[in-house]
């Protein structure tokens, strides 16, 4: 297992998606939003265990036979396929209402957007 | 004899009937409305009166499967309390025409009392702790709608606010006692009796043990207590009470004095079997006498005679609190009797109080005096209620508080008390010498002099009369002959409330014994008391403003002021409109929480897993995308942000091909791709530099550096506690995509096979992710322009 270096990477990612993620800036806090979404999907993955890449242990089979390798966990793959076209969207659509607020406000930056009648 | 279900189904259900179709009535019948009220409420009290003398659980089955079902248990103190509130409310609709004329939303008036008096009912009559429940926080929302009748009168929405949080809380209270004694019941009496209180009551040594022995005899006591002591207004909590005289007379006459206040105490009396031993004496006759003292002191210092009636209410709620808690069968005895004998002459003393005020204009003790002439009748009805709330013989009241003594003094027999056995007697003396003077003192409405400011007194009209006439006859009936009042309905309440059968005997004492002792005690000291009456009122009121820390509104006050402005505050500082204080309160929430989590579970990374022997190939291909996400959070131009965030969503792509998931490789691989080109369009449209002061730099660091920190402790602890191997699903997945799904791809299968409408909802995010772009971007031409 790679425990400590997936867990570091996966650390890794939550802090720089955190820190865009409070950026004034709405185009960035969208990338915080995308990064912290990728470091999910690995560690999801990871939840399944990594096993050695090979030809046996690709959730494929061989054929219409009975004899049933052990593969890498399909369900977690099914999860985080899941997960990526759920990203997609939501990444998408975050995109196109940066890009209305600008055409509306003349501006990205979050703090000016923000409850101005206060 | 078992009861009948129609009947009691009607009887439960008629009120509920008639509060829906109200609306409807008032638009036919107008201000009469109220006398459909009377009608409603003699059927409902006639049918229960059927079922007088049976005993026993009828149910209508609704989810079998479940144990679901509609239950209800009729015996004697049930129905005792039932037909009391129906025989009350007719009472009070018959009053209420003529006293509410001309008032505004009498549609809602009538709802809410004919719902009242069904919820009444119903609590009185359910068999399941969940639907007793139910019916009790009913009562307590058609209490809320009845206190605030005058919706522009600002006093009345914060005596019915009041009267909601603390009737409502206390609810919650006995919620968590209910379920707490539910999961007792289960091992019981059995887990299809779970709720069932009926089953509980044929076994209550059973279920008291069962109670001691998992250690929740106490909790279960105390959360009770707190429930029942709220809605029955015990100290320190009776406050809302006194507040609640904001409502309507009829209402106070019927909610605030005869049935919904003592819901807490036949509540009482219904658990009493399961409750009692000396931690339940201890508890409630302490209570329930201190509640009677104090009460009735703040009872003389009052100058409103709503008040000084809501406070005597609040002391008498206290006697009957005290005499259930009294353990012998004079405890028992007082409890029910009093229950009866207060419906009588305090719904009376009410309804005489709203005579008074509609008729002379005013409620101030002070400007009231020799009312005899002007309203003879009501005289009469006065001092046939006053004189049994003050206890004096033979008036019915003095009955059941003889009986109070008797138990009081009868405690220290039972148990080995100490000191308290000398204390409870003196304090119930004690408490009992204030009833009296304030008894005497709103008697003293209508005789003596007429002061000079009083004005012209009206006639009532007859309605107004009968009510509280009836009433009074029902009292002196009681008092000529109180065994009569015992045989038809206080003995089988007696035997529903009390731990052993026991022939009830009341009569006038003949001989001395210590009860007629203290009886004279109290009256003659109430008589000798009586002429300083003003110097006793002035004193105590003096005494009340002199530490406003005692009364019981300040703290309410002080509490619900607190939270309201530390609610102002809270949300002033988290909702205060920008993104990143709800990102950084969100994230470092869901940290903590997590953290804490681990640290409670006592969950630790097991050493043997932290090793490195990493492949080469996967650190590697990680470290790029860690290096490309430092990249993207330092770059100074969207193009370079972009472009990195593509690398970092590419290293990802590759991870999963050495992690054996083409499939998902092949998906981020085109996912990438998109993304890649919508960025790029997207930026097109807006500045190539868009500059923003970065900022905060120090403390933005410090919240990612935690949720980083957090995400690192949490990958190494889960993946610590997965199992070995391949989980259970995941086997029956690969064992089945061929037989079942006909394919060789396991995760494809399951995606459109064995999890389709996981697909199909996520297919339906997608379109609805489409069609949100598709607007936002045609909107613009659609000329919608600020």
Known sequence: MTAVILAAVVGALFALGTFLLLRRDLIRVVWGLAIISQAANVYLLAMGGLADASADSVPILAGHGEHVPQ???????????????????????????????????????????????? | MPPELSVVLAAVALPFVAAVSTPVLYRLLGERTGYAGVAVALASFLLLASQRGTEGTVGLEWIPSLDVALRFYLDGWGLLFAMLACGIGTLIFLYSPAYMHGEPHLARFYTALLAFMGSIVGVALAADLIAIFLF???????????????????????????????????????????????????????????????????????????????????????????????????????FWLPNAMAAPTPVSAFLHSATMVKVGVYFIGRMRPILVGEEWLFLFATLGLTTMTVCAIMAVAATDIKELLAYSTASHLGLMVAGFGFTSIYGAETGVFHLLNHALFKAALFLVAGIVAHEAGTRNIDNLGGLRHDLPVTAIITVIVALSMAGIPPFNGFYSKELLFEAAVEASHHHDIGVLGVLYPAVAVFGSVFTVLYSLRFLSLFFGDRPDALGHVHRPSTTLVVAPGVLA???????????????????????????????????????????????AITIVLGLAAYPFYDRIHDGLNAALDAAPLIAANWWYDAIVGGLTGGGALVGDRIHNGLLRTYATWTLLGTCGLALAGFVAAGTVASSELIDFDAAPAVALVLLVAVVAGLAVALSDSHIAGVLTLSILGFMVAIFYILASAPDLALTQLVVETLVLLIFLLVIEEIPEYYEVSLGKYARDAVVSLAVGAT????????????????????????????????????????????????TMGELVVVAMAAISILTLIVMRSGGDDE
């Open chain 1, 71 to 118: 593969t890498a966990d399909p369900l977690v793959q099914a999860l985080v396929l899941t997960a990526i076209v759920i990203g997609f969207g939501m990444t998408a659509f975050a995109l196109v209402l940066s890009y209305r607020v600008y055409e509306e406000h003349d501006t990205l930056d979050v703090s000016e957007l923000g409850d101005r009648d206060r």
């Open chain 2, 136 to 238: 009790w926080e009913l009562t307590s929302l058609c209490s809320f709608v009845l206190i605030g009748h005058y919706t522009a009168d600002d006093s009345s929405q914060y005596a019915s606010r009041m009267a909601m949080f603390i009737t409502v809380g206390g609810g919650l209270f006995l919620l968590v006692g209910l379920l707490l004694l539910s999961i007792v019941a289960g091992d019981v009496v059995g887990p299809d009796a779970a709720f069932n209180l009926a089953a509980m009551l044929e076994t209550p040594e059973a279920m008291a043990e069962g109670l001691r022995e998992q250690g929740l005899f106490l909790p279960v006591l105390a959360l009770l207590a707190i429930g029942a002591g709220t809605k029955s207004a015990q100290v320190p909590l009776h």
């Open chain 2, 473 to 519: 006859l029902l009292a002196a009936v009681v008092s000529v002959e109180p065994q009569l009042a015992v045989d038809v309905i206080v003995q089988s309440g007696l035997d529903a409330t009390a731990l052993e059968h026991h022939e009830m005997h009341v009569s006038l004492p003949t001989s001395y014994s210590p009860p007629v002792g203290m009886s």
């Open chain 2, 711 to 758: 995400a690192f402790i949490t990958v190494l602890v889960t993946t610590d506690a997965r199992p070995e191997g391949s989980t259970d699903i995941a086997r029956v997945y690969a064992e089945q995509a061929v037989p079942e799904g006909g394919g060789t791809n396991i995760v494809n299968v399951t995606l459109v096979d064995f999890r389709g409408f996981d």
